[in-house]
């Protein structure tokens, strides 16, 4: 019978490090932001109703509240500040949400609204001026990433604990 030496020394535990054992899954909190988005872009929507707002201004606010609803939640979670790279990685996760939502609400509008005849006429003005349009999509893409990017910082700099 052959014996073999015990190994006490030796763990059969895998190794981690300790940071990417508690690190949190940011898009949990990306979701708290499209659900504050959400609601917000829901509710100007119902006051455009009644009163004229700016496009910006509805935007830039939604992504404020989005911002300041996922903050408070990481916060409140992780009982930390968010780091650089949790705030790089919540900003462009929740900049392609609201693309994404925006691309949806803009698909719904095309195929259930517009009759052959309204896309037709969008279809040729975008054809024969493309410039304006590709310029007002460039400043909406950097109006949205420079607000989200201001938000998540700036009430990660004010809710963080002290």
Not at 31 to 49: K, N, P, R, V
Not at 124 to 142: D, F, H, N
Request: hydrophobic share 55%.
């Amino acid at each position: 019978m052959l014996r073999s030496p015990l190994n006490i020394n030796k763990s059969n535990k895998p190794l981690t490090s300790h940071t990417a054992a508690k690190s949190p899954k940011i898009m949990t909190y990306v979701s708290f932001f499209a659900i504050g988005y959400i609601l917000t872009t829901s509710i100007f929507m119902m006051i455009q109703s009644k009163v004229a707002l700016s496009a910006q201004l509805v935007t830039v606010v939604s992504i404020l509240v989005g911002a300041y609803i996922a903050v408070l939640k990481f916060i409140k979670h992780q009982k930390r500040a968010l780091n650089r790279s949790e705030i790089n990685q919540l900003t462009i996760a929740s900049i392609v949400i609201v693309w994404l939502l925006t691309l949806v609400y803009l698909l719904v509008l095309w195929f259930f609204l517009f009759d052959a005849v309204s896309r037709e006429v969008l279809v040729e003005m975008t054809k024969q001026q493309p410039l304006p349009l590709l310029g007002a999509l460039m400043m909406i893409v950097v109006l949205t990433l420079v607000s989200a990017r201001l938000g998540i910082w700036i009430f990660n700099r004010m809710l963080a604990p002290k």
